[in-house]
């Protein structure tokens, strides 16, 4: 189970819809669905 380090959310089902989605869907900056809070950058855009 994966939780926000901010809010403690429960956001496993939400990192794993990330993890599935093409790279081109996937934010470049993720926050936590419930809170807003950044939880990670994403460097696709960066290769």
């Known amino acids: 189970m994966a939780k926000c ?3 403690e959310s429960d956001i496993t ?3 794993q819809r ?3 989605a093409d ?3 996937t934010p ?3 926050t936590c669905p419930d ?3 950044v939880l990670g ?3 696709w ?3």
Do not use: T
């Open 28 to 30: 470049k900056v993720w």
């Open 35 to 37: 809170c807003d809070s």
């Open 41 to 43: 950058i994403s460097d």
């Open 18 to 20: 990330l993890e599935q």
């Open 45 to 47: 855009g960066s290769e």
């Open 5 to 7: 380090p901010h809010c």
């Open 23 to 25: 790279r081109a869907s």
């Open 13 to 15: 089902e939400w990192a």
